[in-house]
């Protein structure tokens, strides 16, 4: 066979369908037929003389053979991929399209755009933002969303912790004659984010503090809103940790207690299940462990 050159789009099927277990799937990703899987995946078997599934009415599981050939070709069609990406000069961009909640876009991710852009001009960023953001099944589509970790057809990557923990002004906490004493909220306008109504009593009732109506001052649509009326110096809203760290950092708001509540939630990078990462999504997924490891750390 060294004289022989191998047949590189058989080789590609047999990537997707090996990962998938599925000829169904691999149809999919690949947006031909399953006749075409299978035709695919039989040229292969005839090149090789081997065969590389086991086949069962309804499932496909690898041969021993299959199992040895499916990491290295994995590993080689990504450095294909890269290595084209790294010297093309038709001026093509990648285009990845990110779907967050509003306030981790607007509070987290467009602040550090730049950075990314600085590394990564050739990846082009498409950000759209929801209260509700899904994944759907494109290759190039990413989705940054809170939960427990399960999330039904995604791999789920956890970013950060959801953690809570009331901010404010300097200005409006100076006047206490005891700064860490959470009691202070009494005399002051509570901010609550609709889209987290419960946050404040669940963070009061794990300080022990009574004699607080949980439900009382203003109510926003997002914790967007309830973030830009704490800056304003109207009142103390219930921040989550990584999305304020930064204003605390450079001193826009404090937070004057020491109690932060861990919720068992977290942010997760979603990708559709079984799908291999294309260098962008690979690229962004990697930014994004640095900058929130980083954010994290100083915060």
């Known amino acids: 066979m060294r004289g022989r050159r191998v047949p590189l789009n058989p080789l590609r099927t047999f990537e997707v369908a090996a990962r998938h277990l599925s000829f169904t799937a691999a149809a999919a990703e690949l947006e031909v037929t399953q006749v075409a899987v299978s035709r695919q995946i039989r040229a292969l078997e005839e090149w090789l003389a081997v065969s590389l599934f086991e086949r069962s009415h309804r499932t496909i599981r690898l041969t021993e053979a299959g199992r040895r050939l499916f990491p290295t070709i994995n590993r080689a069609l990504d450095e294909i991929d890269g290595a084209v990406a790294g010297v093309s000069v038709r001026g093509r961009r990648d285009v990845l399209s990110v779907h967050t909640h509003t306030t981790f876009g607007q509070r987290w991710l467009i ?124 009142g103390v809203a219930m921040g989550v940790r990584v999305l304020v760290a930064q204003y605390v950092r450079l001193g826009s708001l404090v937070a004057p207690f020491g109690h932060v509540l861990p919720l068992d939630l977290g942010y997760y990078l979603l990708v559709p299940e079984g799908r291999r990462m294309s260098r962008a999504v690979k690229a962004f997924r990697d930014w994004l462990r640095d900058e929130i490891a980083g954010e994290l750390r100083t915060g």
């Open 111 to 234: 602040p550090r755009l730049q950075r990314f852009h600085d590394r990564f001009a050739d990846i082009e960023i498409r950000l759209t933002a929801s209260a509700h953001p899904t994944l759907d099944a494109r290759a190039d589509r990413v989705v940054i969303r809170t939960g427990t970790g399960h999330f039904e057809g995604c791999e789920a990557e956890l970013l950060a912790p959801v953690e809570l923990m009331p901010v404010c002004t300097e200005t409006l906490a100076r006047g206490w004659s005891d700064q860490s004493a959470p009691e202070n909220l009494a005399r002051h306008t509570l901010l609550h984010s609709m889209a987290r109504p419960n946050d404040w009593a669940l963070w009061l009732a794990s300080a022990g503090v009574t004699g607080i109506d949980a439900t009382r001052g203003l109510k926003f649509e997002n914790s967007v809103l309830a973030y830009e009326a704490a800056l304003q110096g109207i």
